[in-house]
């Protein structure tokens, strides 16, 4: 079993920036991927950013150029850096992390993340 502890969300005017981190109960080494994904009010939840093996990186359209994921081996986290935030960015954001010999997806609890005049 993997637990994921999430940090980072808030409350944020158009075009500020913050950084979400996760620290998974694992080695970040270990895990086949982690990342991000978020969910709006009456949305599905969507894939935002992820680092696959081989250092793969995913992004969603809607987040590239503004958003970097990142591992930190040193302090065994994930964070995701969002940059020049839009309203449309407003969510919850999860943390996942794939592990294990059954390639287990796992999930944090989630942080709000608000972007409001």
């Known amino acids: 079993q993997v637990q994921l502890v999430e940090s980072g969300g808030g409350l944020v005017q158009p075009g500020e920036s913050l950084r979400l981190s996760c620290a998974p109960s694992v080695n970040i080494l270990l895990l086949y991927a982690m990342g991000w994904y978020r969910q709006a009010p009456g949305k599905e939840r969507e894939l935002v950013a992820r680092?696959?093996?081989?250092?793969?990186?995913d992004y969603a359209d809607s987040v590239k150029g503004r958003f970097t994921v990142s591992g930190d081996r040193a302090k065994n986290m994930v964070h995701l850096q969002m940059n020049s935030l839009k309203p449309e960015d407003s969510a919850v954001y999860f943390c996942n992390v794939v592990y294990g010999a059954g390639w287990k997806n796992y999930w944090g609890q989630g942080t709000q993340v608000t972007v409001s005049p």
């Open positions: 680092i696959r093996t081989g250092a793969n990186t």
